[in-house]
């Protein structure tokens, strides 16, 4: 009894990317996968390059972004301000325990320091 739908090499559902398609859209990243490569192979930090690395730091980069402008968005409504300003994301990057070691020594431009 043959089965129905035994096609080989089927979708199951999934999506086919083509060739024409880009790695950020194929990734459904925001931030750019080429331009990530571009600045990983300028930088010079191996000598060689997997085709996954810079796709993982574009995701890596947009979920940072992301995060800091949640905790900034919530320093502002609890401020009850309309604007991210930098000194909410310098407030929200160095209130947070996630971000805080990570961004310590970070400069945010236009940001007073505090007087102690």
């Known amino acids: 009894m043959p089965k129905e739908n035994s096609r ?31 600045l990983l192979r300028e930088g010079h930090y191996a000598q060689r390059l997997s085709s996954t690395a810079p796709v993982f730091m574009a995701a890596i980069i947009q979920y940072l972004a992301a995060k800091v402008l949640e905790l900034a968005g919530n320093e502002a409504h609890n401020s009850s301000r309309r604007r991210i300003t930098p000194e909410l994301v310098d407030l929200a990057v160095h209130n947070s325990a996630l971000l805080g070691g990570f961004f310590g020594t970070t400069t945010i431009s236009q940001v007073v320091p505090a007087r102690q």
């Open 8 to 38: 080989r090499g089927s979708s199951h559902g999934h999506q086919r990317w083509n060739r024409s398609c880009s790695r950020t859209t194929r990734a459904e990243l925001s931030f750019s996968v080429s331009h990530m490569e571009r």
